[in-house]
Nanobody, 124 residues
Framework: QVQLVQSGGGLVQSGGSLRLSCTAS????????AGWFRQAPGKEREFVAS????????YYRDSVKGRFTISRDNAKNTVYLQMNSLKPEDTAVYYC?????????????????WGQGTQVTVSS
């Protein structure tokens, strides 16, 4: 069993930056892919970014490419999402997740463990 605890988030002005962290308990974090998803009010959950078990490859949705960076520190059982140049349309509850496998995945069904969610609000 893996439990994920998120931190970070909050309120920031447009153009600002935030960093989200997600720390996992359990031994199976380091050999699995991890990802970030978000859900805005009235919208479906959407994929944001994913990273392979080693951190060697990453994948992003088009709207965040060049602004967001996903990374991980397996020694700390932690995955990060650095968000720069934030826009009001990035406002959402952000969730970290750990996948079944080791590669990167964009479908929520490929993830088996989820964090509690953290609110990110970007004001214009």
């Amino acid at each position: 069993q893996v439990q994920l605890v998120q931190s970070g988030g909050g309120l920031v002005q447009s153009g600002g930056s935030l960093r989200l962290s997600c720390t996992a308990s359990g031994r199976t974090f380091s050999n699995r892919a991890a990802g970030w998803f978000r859900q805005a009010p009235g919208k479906e959950r959407e994929f944001v970014a994913s990273i392979t078990w080693s951190g060697g490859s990453t994948y992003y949705r088009d709207s965040v490419k060049g602004r967001f960076t996903i990374s991980r520190d397996n020694a700390k059982n932690t995955v990060y999402l650095q968000m720069n140049s934030l826009k009001p349309e990035d406002t959402a509850v952000y969730y970290c997740a750990v996948a079944r496998g080791a590669l990167y995945y964009i479908q929520g069904d490929d993830y088996v463990y989820w964090g509690q969610g953290t609110q990110v609000t970007v004001s214009s």
